[in-house]
């Protein structure tokens, strides 16, 4: 039964802000974190969420409305009459388990039997709510992040392994066909910018899929699969390309196939715990052409004839990641608000990035650089492009903002309008002296 107190203890730090949702599963002993962790998340996903909640407030409303548990514990008075469950949490996850789980997972015990003795009234209670919200199955009960479930569960297919047209024919065979991930939930298509993207409906789990778990695919958002799509390396076995941020790895070994396992990445990951899981994605992911170094990209100086050839830089600096649309921490209520709104951090993040930025610029033979954020705040986008591109490194290597026509020319938006005009005059500005 720890398993039931070990995440009731969980949903107490989040309550207590004591971390994100995923920092706080990540501190769970690893023997039981994929299980505990699992229960949480689909426990946070039945809460009712608090009044920060970055939502619409008529959305808020209807979501609201529509909670079930904290709903059911209490028509059914299970706090008062079950003296064994002593707390809200625990009551929350036992629930959780008997109306929605199929049943208390682990073996007898006394808190097992506490539960089961009030099986008959929550059963009663949960139906009473279903029937009042005229839920026709469970999941109508459940939240999720609106926006969240407005995008696709984005595919990349790993062509180091296989094809998309292999992709293709392996999904039909798991009963998936092409067509609209939005009308059917077991249609899929392919991506209209990227190249062996697919998009399935946004509940899609492939988390034990073999082709998830051999690394024949990898779950990568769209937005992610940009940058190396954008830097598009030559797949030659001269080429020598550097991505200064690298872990988890992603595009690390996003870059890898598009150069054909060609040529040389060199991937920097300052962080050690971190560079460990570069390591295996790399190694899942075939990425042989990947050097992976446990290294301080603004440690290394860029006139050392190790780099002389570096052509490409892929810069995916730490930011701020407002603009995540995280599928597991929205169901914290917007815990990191006041965080990424604080200006101190902001402005510390931007110096860092655009250090990051002039630090690149001054690889002798680069051609090339692409710098991407998880970030929506103009800060850390346009304004440390405006900074990079007013730099002295930049007026002494020669670099400009690269032109619609070789970034994305069919995607429509290009950055908040009223501060590309800002990075458009200073870039005039710098051409006119
Ligand atoms: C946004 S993440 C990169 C995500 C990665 N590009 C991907 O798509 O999987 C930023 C990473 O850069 C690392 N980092 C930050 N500053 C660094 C530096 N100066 N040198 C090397 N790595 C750094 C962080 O530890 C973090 O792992």
Redesign the pocket.
């Known amino acids: 039964m720890n398993f039931y107190f070990d995440a009731a203890k969980t949903l107490d730090r989040l309550d207590a802000r004591q971390g994100s949702v995923k920092g706080v599963i990540a501190t769970l002993p690893e023997k039981t974190r994929k299980r505990t962790g699992a229960l949480i998340i689909e426990t946070l996903k039945c809460m009712p969420p608090a009044l920060t909640d970055n939502l619409p407030a008529q959305a808020e409303m209807q979501r609201l409305d529509k909670i079930p548990l904290t709903d059911v514990i209490q028509k059914a008075q299970l706090l008062k009459e079950e003296k064994k469950i002593k707390s809200q949490n625990l009551a929350l996850v036992l629930v959780h388990d008997l109306l929605l789980a199929g049943g208390i997972q682990a073996g007898d015990g006394p808190i097992k039997q506490a539960i089961l003795r009030h099986k008959t009234r929550l059963n009663a209670e949960f139906t009473k709510h279903k029937v009042r919200k005229g839920a026709t199955n469970n999941q109508d009960l459940t939240r999720g992040d609106i926006r969240a479930s407005q995008i696709p569960r984005y595919v990349r297919v790993n062509t180091k392994f296989w094809t998309s047209d292999e992709a293709i024919a392996y999904f039909i065979k798991k009963g998936f066909s092409i067509g609209d991930p939005f009308q059917t939930s077991t249609s899929f298509a392919k991506d209209e910018h990227i190249p062996d993207l697919f998009l399935f409906a946004p509940q899609t789990s492939f988390q034990d899929d073999t082709a998830y778990t051999s690394g024949k695919v990898i779950l990568q958002d769209k937005a992610?699969c940009f940058p190396a799509f954008v830097l598009s390396p030559p797949a030659n076995d001269k080429c020598l390309v550097i991505?200064?941020?690298?872990?988890?790895?992603?595009?690390?070994s996003h870059l890898s196939a598009i150069m054909k396992g060609k040529g040389k990445i060199l991937a920097?990951?300052?962080?050690r715990k971190?560079f460990h899981t570069l390591k295996s994605m790399l190694s899942k992911a075939g990425c042989a052409n990947v050097l992976p170094l446990n290294?301080?990209?603004?440690s290394i100086d860029p006139s050392d004839t190790t780099y002389a050839s570096v052509t490409h830089i892929?810069l995916?600096?730490?930011?701020s990641g407002s603009g995540i649309v995280n599928r597991l921490d929205h169901l914290l209520n917007a815990e990191n608000d006041d965080d990424i709104n604080d200006s101190d951090r902001l402005n510390k993040l931007a110096a860092?990035q655009l250090q990051?930025i002039t630090h690149a610029m001054r690889f002798p033979s680069v051609q090339k650089i692409v710098y991407s954020t998880?970030s929506v705040h103009a800060i850390e986008n346009e304004r440390v492009v405006s900074s990079a591109l007013n730099s002295d490194e930049a007026s002494n290597m020669g670099f400009i903002l690269a032109p619609r026509e070789v970034v994305l020319p069919a995607w429509p938006r290009r950055g908040l309008p009223q501060e590309m005009e800002m990075s458009m005059l200073l870039f005039l500005c710098q051409h006119t002296y």
């Not at 920097?268 to 962080?271: A, G, M, Q, V």
Request: glycine share 4%; net charge negative.
């Open positions: 992610s991505d200064a941020t690298a872990a988890p790895g992603n595009k690390t920097f990951e300052r962080d971190r290294t301080d990209f603004l892929l995916d600096p730490s930011c860092f990051m998880c």
